[in-house]
């Protein structure tokens, strides 16, 4: 018996020492639970206390909300240096707002169907859509899905900003789920359809009606509504006045939609794919004018500043320039929406003197040209940009010849993009060549080079100075120097000076001579001229002073544009000093003022199909283009009398100043310093003469937006409606002896037939 109990006694023993050890182990586990929540708690309390705030925040936003926010707005407003006012920026809302019950139901549809298939489904957030996205963009390693609910794009459109970053997500989230339960799926359907954007300045489905088709919605058949719904998703790619073909192709797809969820039937949905679609564009205000279109441009851009949006002018491959153009996109509707509805006073440096009289001189130096094309626009134009070179701030802007003519319009001061043949010389060939420590008298040799270009005359004549070298525009000099300091080295110095379309070109030969793949536009030049005046340092170009909301709250400072070093000082003399020779007694004669010491450069492309002249004095720096839109020969070469002309204009009362002399053999950059600032450097191109035109060959069906974004070519638009240009010309390998004119500008091509296509 006592050996049973006391086996019970140990089985017993056994069994609450194993109880023991679960209950320990247990309290192990809960305790590392406890202890793992509260580090979470920790770390992650900032962020819970964050999402409070953003829902508190929502739910502020929700409830004081009202109609006005949707269909109200304010008009912004534009002056001159003075305070004058020179033009409006005004919504079209409050003008073109219709009720739920106006908006055809197929229109109503086609944004659903695209947009948000579950809309009458959920609250304002689609989870499922969210998790689909996920998959999808995980699956492609990219964005290809989005999961916003007309809700959701409602809220940020109307409330927050395009900012990418969780809190907004966020917060987008709360607001939409908010604003749910405060309207009907009617009203809110109401709301987004008269506030999205269909680019072209047009928000609003009744807006982008008129604009695009002259008709009331209630007047469009299928086909057109769908096209009329295919352009928010991108107002840019599918801009039917440029991308006609993305609009239609996107059209299709909501077509095919509309009848896979049977909202139309299979003989609609056939009929309407078929249907061509006639586009029959609203006129533009004549008041949409060089001025204003630029000061638009310029204040969107200030607005993208402001929240922080990142320019670039350098990019990787062209994965890397697509993705910013998307980014910059998204910025900068965002921005000029908020302009256009916003009620702001934009301050310019606009100096309406100066203004009309570089209008003027563009009108009186080309008026020997009346030929006009289908649109009834002048063939052969014109383009100027001044800066005021103390403040680096844009005092005139003209971006074609003056026109009785309500039509489409381009500016062509900043949205066209021209070869600017010898005129980039200063910049890419003899400015760096001048850091590496040589000077005006240094000894150079202009001889044949085979595989290489030609001077204009086919003269060469051996031994010179560099300064008669760039008097003379002698090609075979600036070819040689840019082949001492590579091509990625010249380059480097525009990417530098935020030049949009050049960052393809690093590696090739023929921008030496001013061969782009597309080119560069007046007020690009004018502000790298503006640099070598004010001594290396370099200032983006814009003609805002300041934007302030209407009770004068100050938004934006023109101080905040921070200058860059770009060029050493005394290199800028030096070549401010040769400059001058150019004006004095080289191709840049007819250039000279008699009230203002000039410095400055021609620049014409082979065949005449560009002329440039890019100058400046102590007080003003100012850059000429003529041409046509589409390239062809130019008989006269005005360039120089409309630069004369208006310069002498603008410097009457001013003391004639000479410029601050260079310092006799000093330089402030050794050549490794000065091989350092040049940003890459590519050595198989060292002593390379042939040029390589793959990159060029494309050129010709190319162009691009106001925003610097490309699409394709296909006819001008108005100020808002994304124009643009493209490139003129290509070098040709096979026969790269680059004939030049007579001012001996580099030339753009070396086979006729290469030129591209100019929108």
């Not at 928000?203 to 008129?210: E, K, T």
């Not at 310019?348 to 289908?374: F, H, K, P, R, Y």
């Not at 493209?726 to 580099?746: M, Q, R, T």
């Amino acid at each position: 018996m006592t050996t049973t109990k006391t086996g019970g006694s140990t089985a017993t023993s056994k069994s609450k020492g194993k109880k023991k050890k679960k209950r320990s182990v247990g309290k192990v586990i809960l305790g590392l639970l406890i202890l793992i929540i509260l580090v979470a708690l920790i770390i992650f309390w900032p962020k819970i206390q964050r999402i409070t705030e953003l829902y508190d925040d929502a739910c502020k936003i929700a409830s004081t909300s009202s109609l006005n926010d949707f269909n109200g707005s304010q008009t912004t407003i534009i002056n001159d240096k003075d305070g004058n006012e020179i033009g409006s920026m005004r919504d079209t809302k409050d003008m073109y707002y219709v009720a739920y019950e106006d908006i055809p139901e197929n229109l109503v549809n086609a944004f659903v169907v695209m947009e948000d298939r579950d809309y009458y489904k959920h609250q304002g957030v689609d989870y499922k859509a969210i998790i689909r996205a996920v998959i999808a963009n995980q699956k492609a390693n990219d964005i290809v899905q989005g999961a916003s609910t007309i809700t959701q794009q409602l809220a940020r459109n109307i409330y927050l900003s395009q900012e990418v970053s969780w809190e907004r997500k966020v917060e987008e989230i709360f607001l939409a789920q908010e604003l749910e339960a405060k309207y009907s799926k009617e009203q809110i359907l109401e709301f987004y359809l008269n506030n999205i954007y269909f680019g072209n300045g047009y928000y609003g489905v009744q807006a982008a009606s008129l604009g695009y088709f002259q008709k009331t919605i209630d007047q469009l058949d299928l086909s057109e509504m769908a096209f009329i719904a295919a352009i928010p998703n991108n107002p840019t790619k599918y801009n039917p006045l440029t991308n006609y073909d993305n609009t239609v192709y996107r059209r299709n797809i909501i077509l095919h939609e509309l009848y896979e969820y049977s909202y139309i039937s299979e003989l609609d949905y056939l009929v309407a794919e078929n249907e061509v679609v006639s586009l029959n564009a609203k006129s533009v205000a004549a008041t949409n004018n060089s001025v204003v279109t630029y000061a638009r441009h310029c204040a969107t851009e200030a607005l993208m500043d402001l929240y922080g949006f990142d320019f670039r002018s350098n990019f990787t491959s062209d994965e890397d320039y697509d993705g910013y153009c998307e980014d910059y996109e998204a910025f900068y509707t965002y921005c000029q929406q908020l302009l256009i509805s916003g009620g702001y006073i934009i301050n310019t440096s606009i100096d309406m003197s100066a203004q009309n009289a570089l209008q003027e001189s563009v009108d009186e130096n080309l008026s020997w040209s009346s030929e006009t094309g289908d649109s009834g626009v002048y063939s052969l134009q014109g383009a100027a940009t001044s800066i005021d070179n103390e403040t680096g701030l844009v005092v005139a802007i003209v971006g074609a010849r003056s026109q009785d003519l309500v039509g489409l319009t381009l500016n062509r001061a900043y949205q066209s993009y021209r070869q600017p043949g010898s005129s980039i010389k200063p910049l890419i060939c003899y400015l760096p060549y001048l850091q590496l420590g040589h000077t005006p008298d240094s000894i150079v040799v202009d001889e044949y080079i085979e595989n290489g270009p030609a001077n204009a005359d086919g003269y060469y004549a051996g031994e010179m100075t560099l300064r008669d070298a760039v008097k003379l525009s002698k090609n075979t000099v600036a070819w040689k120097i840019f082949q001492e300091i590579t091509p990625s080295g010249g380059i480097s110095f525009l990417l530098n000076m935020g030049f949009h379309k050049i960052w393809m070109d690093k590696e090739y030969n023929a921008a030496a001579l001013g061969g782009f793949t597309y080119g560069v536009s007046t007020v690009e030049m004018a502000a790298a001229y503006a640099t070598i005046e004010n001594d290396g340092y370099y200032r983006k170009a814009t003609c805002i002073n300041n934007i302030t909301t209407v009770d004068n709250t100050l938004v934006w400072d023109h101080s905040q544009i921070a200058s860059e070093r770009i060029y050493e000082t005394n290199a800028c003399r030096m070549m401010t000093s040769m400059l001058e020779t150019v004006v004095e007694s080289g191709t840049g004669v007819g250039a000279s003022c008699y009230n203002a010491v000039i410095a400055g450069k021609t620049g014409t492309t082979n065949s005449n199909k560009d002329a440039w002249f890019v100058g400046y004095s102590a007080y003003y720096t100012t850059s000429v283009w003529i041409g046509y839109d589409y390239p062809q020969t130019l008989s006269s070469v005005n360039t120089k009398a409309i630069f004369k002309q208006y310069m002498e204009y603008i410097h009457s009362g001013f003391e004639k100043k000479n410029f601050e002399s260079y310092e006799e053999g000093a330089t402030d950059f050794t050549t490794e310093a000065s091989t350092s600032a040049q940003s890459e450097s590519v050595d198989s191109n060292q002593g390379e003469n042939t040029t390589n035109v793959d990159a060029n060959e494309n050129a010709s069906t190319k162009a691009v937006d106001e925003n610097g974004i490309e699409i394709d070519a296909g006819g001008n638009s108005d100020g808002d409606s994304n124009a643009g240009s493209g490139a003129a010309g290509s070098y040709n390998d096979n026969d790269s002896n680059v004939k030049l004119d007579d001012d001996g500008g580099g030339g753009a091509n070396s086979d006729g037939d290469s030129d591209a296509v100019t929108n």
